[in-house]
């Protein structure tokens, strides 16, 4: 890999980001991080990071012709759903505007490879489950149309400029790195997983449970939870599928396999052995009954299998790096009142 250039990852200081710098620098890759720090932390990463956005032509250009990048995994971008119903223009500037600065830059300097984060949402309400990557996508909210709109400006890329790209679209991402050094750390907090872990660690009081009248087993809504750790292994296969084909590719990454908001929180009480109180509240708005992959594609393709997404090592990794955050934050805590 030595005589290889950079890989360059935008939004590398995020959650899933993170993870795919220490596990490529695990496979001796050399990687240099691009994040504005808006969710990111610096301390995440034990690489080069350029604190910056790619709203920033001059930085984006500065860093094209400053490094020898061969390849760009793009992280960076706004991921919730429900702000994005109320915010519009945040998710098209950040997920779409900023996106085509990073790929003007690319194209300027001849990079020709990026994986792209991508997201189920792009499929908007499931016609059929599992689902595939030929799935009519139709997002329901802003955030997921970002999404759509970037991969579909990936296609002409390819056309135009020769660009090649992996799009990945991510269900459930979820889980720490399981010698828990990183993890989950929003500075708000939306998704299921942690909110369950917050709950246990009572920091909050009662999970709330958003429906249980959903067409499904035990009334609540299944979802496909991926291993971060899966996760950033899959960026690290779309890399070598880069090196190999040219083209537009789009893989689902999922397990394939569906677990409800009530099996989370039983398989959250079985590994922090607490007591997790629950209080059923209206539907979130948005929300699908049921969102499974059909993860056939990536496995066949690109040889990719999911090690780690069994719930309970999801569960046991995420309380270990939930317990970490807490220990850091009460000793900050205390740092602050000897001051
Ligand atoms: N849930 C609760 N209580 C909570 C939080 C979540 O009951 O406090 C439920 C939700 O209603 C949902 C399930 O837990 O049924 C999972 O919710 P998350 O917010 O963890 O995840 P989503 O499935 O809503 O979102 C994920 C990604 C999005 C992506 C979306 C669709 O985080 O980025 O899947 O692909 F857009």
Redesign the pocket.
């Known amino acids: 890999m030595s005589n290889a250039g950079k890989i360059l990852i935008t939004g590398g200081a995020g959650y899933i980001g993170s993870h795919t710098v220490k596990l490529l620098q695990e496979q001796g890759m050399d990687v240099l991080a691009l994040d504005n720090l808006s969710t990111g932390h610096a301390d995440s990463v034990n690489c080069p990071l350029i604190v910056g956005d790619l709203s920033d032509k001059n930085l984006l250009g500065k860093i094209f012709s400053d490094y020898q990048i061969d390849a760009v995994i793009h992280f960076a971008g706004s ?3 429900e702000e994005s119903v109320s915010f519009p223009q945040k998710y098209f500037e950040n997920n779409v505007a900023n996106g085509l600065n990073l790929l003007d830059a690319m194209v300027k300097r001849g990079v020709n490879k990026i994986i792209d984060s991508s ?3 792009v499929y908007g309400e499931p016609h059929y489950m599992p689902i595939d990557e030929d799935h009519p996508r139709k997002p329901v909210n802003p ?2 149309e970002s999404k759509l709109v970037f991969e579909k400006i990936l296609r002409w890329y390819a056309q135009a400029f020769g660009l090649s790209s992996v799009s990945l679209r ?4 979820a889980g720490a790195s399981l010698d828990a050094s990183l993890g989950e750390d929003h500075p708000v907090e ?4 942690p ?2 872990l917050r709950v246990a660690a009572r920091q909050e009081e009662v ?5 249980n009248d959903y067409p499904t087993p035990d009334g ?2 299944i ?1 496909d939870y991926i291993h971060v750790v899966d996760l950033a292994q899959a960026h690290f296969l779309s890399l070598n599928k880069l090196n190999q084909d040219s083209g537009c590719f789009s893989y689902n990454v999922g397990t394939g396999k569906g677990r409800s ?1 009530g099996e ?1 929180v039983n398989a959250a009480m079985e590994v922090t052995h607490k007591m997790i109180p629950i209080e059923y ?1 209206p ?2 708005a948005g ?1 699908p009954a049921i ?1 499974v992959a059909d993860a056939e594609k990536i496995k066949n393709e690109l040889g990719f299998e999911a090690k780690y997404s069994d719930l309970e090592i999801i569960m046991k990794t995420a309380w270990a790096w939930h317990q970490k955050l807490l220990d850091n934050h009460k000793y900050k805590q205390q740092e602050l009142q000897m001051h």
Do not use: E, W
């Open positions: 991921l919730i759903v997201s189920a949402a955030y997921g991510y269900f459930n991402a939306t998704h299921l997983i909110k369950v999970l709330k449970i958003f429906g609540t809504c979802r908001v989370v509240a539907r979130r929300d969102l």
